[in-house]
């Protein structure tokens, strides 16, 4: 049973509207407009890896769906993996889509409309399917980064993917607690393997290469994020192309200079939380290491891209590590609430 807002909510129906419910609890807002059967049952049981939520989710035939209207009342931000473990399914996103048999997987992105077509076993009429949930945050994935990697088939049985495909169905099966050591590292990890096995296997370039000197212009960034000096101009010159070409290379990708620059800072800042969150290092240490001078500017920073601050954050975590000393740290003169 699941406990949201005062309500009780099972974690098995027979019911069509309790099951939509059921569904948005684990979720998002979706819709399941149509039942391929009378005698249905559906159920989602959740656990939780850090910020990776791990589910596996039964039931009969039937499509569901997420279109603009419930996006639009609904905004969760969230990159899912589905893997069929019964039955088969039909995944459409971006305008594009796939078939999916046992053990096969696929990569969709909550910000945009999706559906799937579930079909179950012809002896029954049942399938089973396990989702992994990040929230896009976490991940280094821009929205056309997702959109590459939508919808396509990533074989759960051959090749990395078959690899990567088993480790995931093992988190299901291991019943991993939230509050094991490590456990916002091993989510990050899992996150950044799923990125690199969809890309090879789907052909996509590796995150912002789009050419030689942008992956250049990339490494640079990565090399001095704790400069407080790095600007658009520093690295046009350092690189010796024209700041009008090098932001031309950033738009090509949706994405601004400045915007990567912080976007990589605030990553590399909540990693290091994660890290050394048993570690006497105050927060102000740590955003200064990253080229961060303004711890207000930093905290501000941090809340729009991980939904709080960075204290909270750091709390949050050694609570779920078991890290009591770190839980109790006092607050030290100069770092941001």
Known sequence: MLTRSGFTVPARTTSHGDWIDLLRTHFVALDVPEVGTERFTGSVRSQSIAHLQVSSVDSTS??????????????????????????????????????????????????????????????????????????????????????????????????????????????????????????????????????????????????????????????????????????????????????????????????TVSRSIRTRRLEKCRREIIACVAVDRSLSQISRRWGFTDLAVFSRAFKSEFGMSPRQYRAMVAEQSGDAHAVTRPRRPGDPE
């Open 62 to 255: 039937q499509r569901i769906e997420r279109n603009g209207t419930l996006i639009d009342a609904d905004s969760g931000d969230f990159i899912q993996v589905g893997m069929i473990r019964r039955g088969t399914a039909v995944v459409r996103q971006d305008g594009r889509e796939c078939a999916l048999g046992r053990d096969d997987f696929v990569v969709y992105d909550t910000t945009r409309p999706f559906e799937w077509m579930c079909t179950g076993d012809p002896h029954d009429d049942q399938w089973s399917l396990e989702v992994f949930t990040w929230p896009r945050a976490t991940l280094a994935l821009t929205e056309r980064d997702s959109s590459d990697l939508t919808a396509i088939r990533l074989d759960g049985r051959n090749g990395m993917s078959g690899v990567l495909g088993r480790f995931l169905h093992d988190l299901v099966v291991s019943r991993s607690g939230a509050g094991t050591a490590g456990a916002h590292a091993v989510a990050d990890e899992i996150g950044d393997l799923v990125s690199v096995i969809a890309r090879t296997a789907t052909g996509v370039p590796p995150v912002g290469i789009g050419s030689s000197s942008l992956r250049d212009i990339n490494g640079y960034i990565d090399d001095h994020l704790g400069d407080p000096t790095l600007s658009p101009v520093v690295i046009a010159d350092a690189m010796g192309v024209s700041t009008r070409h090098l932001h031309r290379l950033f738009a090509d990708h949706q994405m």
